[in-house]
């Protein structure tokens, strides 16, 4: 149990630290298909 505890604050740790990478990840690809989405939409209506 001690080693899960330990592994989780270590992941905690990195998304803490890393949160802006991965939100700009995550935009980027609700963007992408968000354009996929409105694109199909319009060619096949």
Do not use: C, K
Request: charged residues 10%; without cysteine; proline residues 2%.
């Amino acid at each position: 149990m001690q080693h899960i505890v330990e592994g989780y604050r270590g992941l905690s740790l990195l998304v803490r630290l890393n949160w802006d990478a991965i939100f700009t990840v995550g935009t980027v690809i609700v963007g992408l298909l968000a354009g996929a989405f409105l694109g199909t939409a319009i060619m096949h209506p």
